[in-house]
């Protein structure tokens, strides 16, 4: 039941569950800088806004040219966003749960089970 619409700077895919959180995976252009947790916090910040004012990063991971961060946002417009950051020497890959304030679903499969397949 997902569906794929074009977004600014790439794909997006994403899908809603029964349970009102939306699922979204963007594939966007890799970063200018080389991927750390400040370059992550200005792209979050260039994603979400005054979101990003509320957005906490952890869980930086960097090995053998892949690199992923986790991070959590609470909105004015009182919806959370809870996601995954993945990239490779190509591409960025943005994975977004967002739904009410404390309402967001299952997220650990969607996020730690994700595959670059190829480049």
């Known amino acids: ?11 997006v ?5 029964a349970d009102g959180t ?5 594939v966007l252009p890799m970063l200018k800088d080389k ?10 910040m260039k994603v979400q806004g005054r ?5 906490k990063l ?3 991971i960097e090995k053998a040219g ?3 961060i986790h991070y959590q946002a609470h909105c004015q ?24 304030f404390g309402k967001i679903g299952v997220t650990e499969p969607f996020f730690y089970q994700f595959e670059f397949l190829g480049r």
């Open 1 to 11: 039941g997902s569906v794929v619409k074009a977004g600014p700077e790439g794909p």
């Open 13 to 17: 895919r994403s899908v809603t569950a």
């Open 22 to 26: 939306r699922y979204t995976v963007s």
């Open 35 to 44: 991927p750390s947790e400040k370059a992550f916090l200005h792209f979050m």
């Open 51 to 55: 979101c990003s004012e509320k957005v």
């Open 58 to 60: 952890d869980g930086f």
């Open 66 to 68: 892949r690199t992923a």
């Open 77 to 100: 417009d009182k919806t959370d966003w809870d996601g995954m950051i993945f990239t490779n020497e190509q591409h960025l890959v943005l994975l977004s749960a967002q739904a009410p």
